[in-house]
């Protein structure tokens, strides 16, 4: 395996930080070197200083960094670990909100989807809701993600079995199709949930188009990898999308989030937008 040099280290963070918000202090080095290594050697790259230049060459057909090697390295760097109704607890909260409100329409953004394994959830939710008269028919889900790969999974829909570990047997019944032969183990949640969420590829760290107002924004477990400024600027950012009055949910180990806009707390992760 090529030798990751400090200045090399230094200059793909700074890459990184300024393409994805993505900070990575210098006990990070070894993970940085373990993700790309095994890129270098697919590709017969011969040091880490040829893969820089690879990833800050401009992409091909010149759609910015969509496509090309710097987007396979962000891909690389990001961690996307989820599973289905992580923090129960926000799950538990929207029930609530929404039993209590029996709202016709509902609009929801999971900003930072990773395999839409959190947008699939609030999907079977959101049904069984409806089936229960609480909530309309005119409900829908958007989960974006700045990964390329873990959005081409979160379209198919297809998980290992174990990531379901916390979905209720009625629900596996009604919402999934179980593998056979040498599908066996895996799951794939039935077109007619799949057909409720749209996924899209977008990065936190860019101004973001009209895409809202949302009723509900979930922002949960993506902060961890901003510094400080950056969280800021994202949550902002990303509030401009929400409702007043609306839900914002961040991953309960994330702590408490500075921002510009007024939030009430409801509970760890859990914020309503109050009326500027
Ligand atoms: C750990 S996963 C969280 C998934 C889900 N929200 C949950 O709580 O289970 C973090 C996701 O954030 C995405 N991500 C990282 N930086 C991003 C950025 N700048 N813009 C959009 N998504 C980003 C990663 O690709 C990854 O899929």
Same mark, same amino acid.
């Given at each position: 395996?090529? /030798?990751?040099?400090?200045?090399?280290?230094?200059?793909?963070?700074?890459?990184?930080?300024?393409?994805?918000?993505?900070?990575? =202090?210098?006990?990070?080095?070894?993970?940085?070197?373990?993700?790309?290594?095994?890129?270098?050697?697919?590709?017969?790259?011969?040091?880490?200083?040829?893969?820089?230049?690879?990833?800050?060459?401009?992409?091909?057909?010149?759609?910015?960094?969509?496509?090309?090697?710097?987007?396979?390295?962000?891909?690389?760097? =990001?961690?996307?670990?989820?599973?289905?109704?992580?923090?129960?607890?926000?799950?538990?909260?929207?029930?609530?909100?929404?039993?209590?409100?029996?709202?016709?329409?509902?609009?929801?953004?999971?900003?930072?989807?990773?395999?839409?394994?959190?947008?699939?959830?609030?999907?079977?939710?959101?049904?069984?809701?409806?089936?229960?008269?609480?909530?309309?028919?005119?409900?829908?889900?958007?989960?974006?993600?700045?990964?390329?790969?873990?959005?081409?999974?979160?379209?198919?829909?297809?998980?290992?079995?174990?990531?379901?570990?916390?979905?209720?047997?009625?629900?596996?019944?009604?919402?999934?199709?179980?593998?056979?032969?040498?599908?066996?183990?895996?799951?794939?949640?039935?077109?007619?949930?799949?057909?409720?969420?749209?996924?899209?590829?977008?990065?936190?760290?860019?101004?973001?188009?009209?895409?809202?107002?949302?009723?509900?924004?979930?922002?949960?477990?993506?902060?961890?990898?901003?510094?400080?400024?950056?969280?800021?600027?994202?949550?902002?950012?990303?509030? /401009?999308?929400?409702?007043?009055?609306?839900?914002?949910?961040?991953?309960?180990?994330?702590?408490?989030?500075?921002?510009? =806009?007024?939030?009430?707390?409801?509970?760890?992760?859990?914020?309503?937008?109050?009326? /500027?």
């Amino acid at each position: 395996m090529q /030798t990751l040099r400090d200045d090399t280290f230094q200059t793909i963070t700074s890459l990184m930080r300024e393409q994805a918000g993505l900070h990575f =202090t210098d006990s990070k080095k070894p993970l940085v070197s373990s993700r790309l290594g095994p890129r270098l050697q697919h590709l017969g790259v011969a040091s880490f200083e040829d893969y820089v230049g690879m990833i800050m060459a401009p992409a091909e057909g010149g759609d910015g960094d969509n496509g090309s090697e710097l987007q396979v390295a962000i891909d690389l760097l =990001t961690t996307n670990e989820t599973y289905f109704f992580r923090e129960p607890a926000h799950y538990e909260l929207i029930e609530n909100e929404v039993k209590r409100d029996k709202p016709k329409t509902l609009s929801v953004w999971s900003a930072a989807a990773s395999y839409g394994d959190e947008a699939y959830s609030l999907a079977m939710l959101f049904a069984d809701l409806q089936k229960q008269g609480r909530l309309g028919d005119q409900w829908s889900l958007l989960g974006t993600d700045i990964s390329d790969r873990v959005l081409r999974g979160a379209v198919q829909g297809v998980y290992p079995q174990d990531r379901l570990r916390a979905v209720t047997p009625e629900r596996l019944h009604r919402y999934c199709w179980h593998g056979e032969g040498a599908a066996e183990g895996l799951v794939q949640i039935t077109p007619k949930l799949r057909e409720r969420v749209r996924f899209g590829r977008l990065n936190l760290c860019h101004p973001i188009e009209d895409l809202g107002p949302f009723d509900i924004v979930l922002l949960r477990n993506v902060l961890i990898y901003f510094d400080a400024a950056t969280k800021r600027e994202v949550v902002d950012r990303v509030l /401009t999308q929400l409702k007043p009055g609306g839900l914002f949910f961040i991953g309960t180990a994330e702590g408490r989030v500075a921002c510009n =806009t007024p939030l009430q707390p409801l509970a760890p992760g859990a914020f309503r937008k109050l009326a /500027t």
